[in-house]
Nanobody
Framework: QVQLVESGGGLVQAGGSLRLSCAAS????????MGWFRQAPGKEREFVAA????????YYADSVKGRFTISGDNAKNTVYLQMSSLKPEDTAVYYC????????????????WGQGTQVSVSS
């Protein structure tokens, strides 16, 4: 099993920045990619960004491209999501996910999920 723990959420004004972290532990061998998803109230969970285990490949949702950056530290088994130029519509619970055989933007291909961290952006 793999455990994922997110941190770094909070309340920020529009235009501000936050950095989310996701620490993985347990049987992380074989994890090929990690990603971030989010779910706003009353909406379905959606893909945000993903990164390959090697860090050589990243993939972003169009809605965050140019504002969010995903990165990873393999030595720490940690993935980060740097969020800048935040908008009220970015308000959501952000979930970290990891998988062994992953299609990066496809939620159902991820095997492990964190509990989520709340990000709230005020206007």
């Amino acid at each position: 099993q793999v455990q994922l723990v997110e941190s770094g959420g909070g309340l920020v004004q529009a235009g501000g920045s936050l950095r989310l972290s996701c620490a993985a532990s347990g049987r992380t061998f074989g994890i090929s990619a990690m990603g971030w998803f989010r779910q706003a109230p009353g909406k379905e969970r959606e893909f945000v960004a993903a990164i390959s285990r090697s860090g050589g490949y990243t993939y972003y949702a169009d809605s965050v491209k140019g504002r969010f950056t995903i990165s990873g530290d393999n030595a720490k088994n940690t993935v980060y999501l740097q969020m800048s130029s935040l908008k009220p519509e970015d308000t959501a619970v952000y979930y970290c996910a990891a998988g062994r055989v992953v299609t990066m933007g496809a939620m159902n291909t991820y095997d492990y999920w964190g509990q989520g961290t709340q990000v709230s952006v005020s206007s």
